[in-house]
């Protein structure tokens, strides 16, 4: 069927852009009446029709010339008496990284997917010769010297929250020992007012890795079932519904016409249902979610735990694989009946983790385990920044122009820098 076109849409779309008038005259030879010969007079002029014009960028040199100011009346007491004005910091010394170039490397590699080889051509394009080496090297230096100090405040501010979700993936090191590294990832809970978003590097996958890096967190933990979250202190663990669901999806056979009857579909059909429900109290509070929950969602769980009790399924088949992971993940499920706040699923942090999924198909590697740690730095700040609703580039900018020129930077002085400051939310939108 024909699909109207929406009114006004193009409009809305160019609304926000910077207007340059293009007049479209006659010249002085062609003003002249094809009736009588007489030269005619302008009578006004109409919006004919509106385009965007795309501008490349273009780098140019900023010197910093500085003053210098001396006292003539201390002068002539003899009395040498000179001020001078102040010169901002560079970001690297001798370097021609400064932070708006090292910034736009940085927003190339991390949100456009565009590894630091195929960045040379592109800043070739516009005269500046640089090399991946360089490219490399900026965002190490960038992220230890002056992003590292607000992933750890960040890293502070998640600690004390009340729901984290937490993922892991594999990553290729060429300098390491191991054959895999691994990113594991943490993000603030849907209703946290402070939304958090961060990505530890490390070359092993145990219990030792969030047991360090949640030493001190108490509250609930939305993860997949991974046993090194089941080593967590005081920690309470949420399972992931979706996990359980997908579990039962694979084992059903015919996916395009499925056996209705069989145990696998049967599975799947409950956790499809509770999903259905999930899906229609997304956006209540959590006190009627809860209400609603425990009234309509605890009986059809009730109900697959039963069923599941009586499954006979063959123990290293898919199904069997099913129930066993079911199984195991029951207790961390539950809780979703006991809180509100909490989500089915660990949905959030598969979409995060997924970010640098998709990175890793193009960077494939990092060098060294100090460009892998200086990946998850850089990452962690752009996407918290843009949890906050910021501009990223503009944020990245401010950050490496700001923060070497700080006297002293410690926790105090960094929480004007957080993405959810007043000044940040003001100046880097």
Not at 242 to 265: C, L, M, T, V
Not at 414 to 429: F, G, H, R, T, V
Request: charge should be positive; aromatic fraction near 10%.
């Amino acid at each position: 069927s024909y699909k109207r076109k929406a009114k006004g849409t193009k409009a809305d779309k160019l609304a926000h852009f910077p207007v340059e008038i293009i007049e479209r005259e006659l010249t002085s030879n062609e003003c002249y009446c094809e009736t009588c010969g007489n030269d005619m007079v302008d009578m006004g002029s109409v919006e004919a029709r509106s385009e965007l014009a795309f501008i490349p960028a273009t780098i140019k040199r900023l010197i910093y010339r500085q003053h210098s100011y001396v006292c003539k009346s201390c002068e002539r007491k003899g009395i040498t008496s000179i001020k001078k004005a102040s010169v901002p910091k560079p970001l690297i010394s001798n370097s021609l990284g400064s932070s708006s170039i090292v910034a736009e490397t940085i927003i190339q590699k991390f949100q456009q997917k565009v590894p630091a080889y195929q960045q040379e051509k592109y800043w070739q394009s516009l005269g500046l010769e640089i090399s991946r080496d360089n490219i490399c090297n900026w965002q190490i230096i960038s992220s230890e010297q002056v992003l590292q100090p607000v992933y750890d405040v960040l890293h502070d501010e998640i600690i004390k929250q009340n729901i984290v979700h937490a993922d892991e993936t594999s990553y290729q090191v060429i300098q390491s020992n191991k054959v895999k590294t691994y990113y594991w990832q943490f993000c603030s809970g849907k209703l946290e007012e402070r939304q958090i978003v961060l990505y530890h590097h490390s070359e092993s996958r145990g219990h030792e890795v969030p047991l360090e890096f949640l030493d001190g967190f108490t509250g609930y933990l939305n993860c997949d079932g991974w046993g090194a979250y089941h080593l967590l202190p005081k920690v309470t663990l949420v399972a992931c519904a979706a996990h359980i669901r997908r579990k039962f999806y694979e084992a059903i056979g015919n996916k395009k016409d499925p056996n209705q009857a069989s145990p696998a579909y049967i599975g799947y059909s409950y956790w499809q249902r509770m999903f259905r429900l999930e899906k229609k109290w997304r956006d209540m509070v959590p006190s009627e979610r809860l209400s609603h929950r425990q009234n309509e969602l605890k009986p059809i769980m009730d109900e697959f735990w039963e069923w599941l009790e009586k499954l006979n399924a063959l123990p290293h088949s898919k199904l069997g694989r099913a129930a066993e992971y079911a199984t195991k993940q029951r207790s961390g499920i539950m809780e979703v009946l006991n809180d509100g706040r909490l989500e089915f699923s660990n949905n959030k942090a598969e979409r995060m983790i997924k970010e640098l999924v998709m990175g890793r198909k193009n960077w494939l590697f990092s060098t060294s385990l100090k460009g892998a740690q200086s990946n998850g730095v850089i990452l962690s700040i752009m996407k918290t920044a843009e949890q906050q609703g910021l501009n990223v580039r503009k944020y990245l900018n401010y950050l490496l122009t700001e923060i070497p020129n700080l006297a002293i930077v410690d926790h105090k002085a960094l929480e004007d820098y957080m993405p959810w400051s007043a000044d940040i939310q003001l100046n880097c939108k």
